[in-house]
């Protein structure tokens, strides 16, 4: 192999990973953590908790963090809204 073969497919290697890295994020933008969820919403940890003992809101732990669906949140302000 000579040395621009190696190195198209180290490009390319780098290439796939970018893209890879890219596609995670993709996924995981409509992630928060639970202190974003409390600062948009207003609520104390204890209330999140209870709206995701009620299965009101998905989430989901990582190690100790705890997340939640933007879109869930962003639907139930938008429900609460629509009831006053």
Excluded: P
């Amino acid at each position: 192999m000579t040395k621009l073969e190696a190195l198209q497919v180290s490009v390319n290697s780098i290439a796939e990973a970018v893209k890879k890295i890219q596609e995670g994020k993709a996924v995981m933008k409509d992630w928060i953590d639970q202190e974003e969820a409390m600062r948009i919403t207003s609520l104390k940890k204890s209330s999140l908790y209870e709206l995701r003992k009620a299965h009101r809101l998905t989430s989901s732990k990582l190690g100790r963090k705890t997340f939640y669906r933007l879109s869930e949140i962003e639907n139930m302000l938008d429900e609460n809204e629509r009831n006053q």
